[in-house]
């Protein structure tokens, strides 16, 4: 426990860690801009051609923002420290070093959890507000139907803080972190996107983005990511990118010079 309150302590002592949560958070505004615009769009379009109109759900879009910012906070939780040479005295402090992890990656993932509810469910009742019945009725859908998805969606931010966790112990450097981050936000589903079938279906359905969707076994049909896998394999890829990092990059601490 007081491994526990040190991490606490430490994280909301800086200042990156509360904008890192503003950002976040700043995921909503990005999606009240996309409903509104939509919503304006829909409005001025000629009525024959509203029927034919689609619209993503704003929410599955725009949780790219918390989790690319709970990402490279729970990576400068790691390399920040080492850089600074704090991180040695964590870890002299407490000299089996895996407490320290396990406690920043408490502290991390609650933050994470925290921001990905607030942004994907104030998103998703915002856009019921602005687009209410346009395009379909995608909105109009019960929330109770739309809930299982909407909190595995919310899950995939806690899941990047923990991977941007266990990238910076791993690599040890911010950058390096950062771009592992980007690199599975945008870089690898893009790539998987255009590759030839059938490998652009099986790349893209163990991407993040595609996870949440297939765990609560909603329809994908007109998503960029794969839809192959079953609810328990897409519920243990998702766990497997936090806690894979995360565990490579325990043992790792424990044998390297801090």
């Not at 993503?56 to 918390?66: C, G, L, N, S, Y």
């Not at 920040?80 to 000299?95: D, Q, Y």
């Not at 396990?102 to 942004?119: F, N």
């Not at 469910?121 to 687009?131: A, E, K, M, N, Q």
Request: charged content about 10%; aromatic content about 6%.
């Amino acid at each position: 426990m007081n491994t526990l309150a040190s991490e606490w302590l430490k994280i909301r002592s800086v200042r990156s860690t509360y904008l890192n949560l503003v950002l976040s958070m700043g995921g909503i505004l990005l999606g009240l801009a996309v409903a509104w615009t939509a919503a304006g769009m829909y409005d001025s379009a000629p009525p024959h051609r509203r029927p034919q109109a689609a619209l993503a759900e704003v929410e599955e879009v725009v949780v790219i923002v918390p989790q690319l910012c709970m990402g490279i906070l729970g990576a400068l939780a790691f390399t920040s420290e080492h850089v600074s040479g704090m991180l040695k005295t964590s870890f002299t402090v407490v000299p089996r070093r895996w407490p320290v992890l396990m406690a920043k990656s408490v502290v991390v993932g609650l933050l994470g959890l925290l921001a990905g509810t607030i942004t994907v469910f104030g998103t998703h009742f915002l856009c019921r507000l602005v687009i209410g019945d346009r395009f379909s009725g995608i909105y109009t859908t019960p929330v109770f139907e739309r809930l299982p998805t909407l909190v595995t969606t919310s899950l995939s931010v806690p899941v990047f803080a923990l991977l941007g966790l266990g990238a910076g112990a791993i690599l040890r450097s911010t950058a390096g972190a950062v771009s592992t981050l980007v690199g599975l936000a945008y870089v690898i589903p893009m790539i998987c996107g255009n590759l030839p079938e059938p490998w652009s279906e099986r790349l893209g359905s163990v991407m993040i983005g595609g996870l949440p969707r297939q765990i609560t076994q909603a329809d994908l049909t007109n998503s960029v990511y794969g839809s192959l896998l079953p609810p328990w394999a897409a519920a243990i890829i998702m766990i497997a990118y936090a806690a894979v990092p995360v565990t490579v990059g325990t043992l790792l601490s424990c044998r390297r010079a801090a």
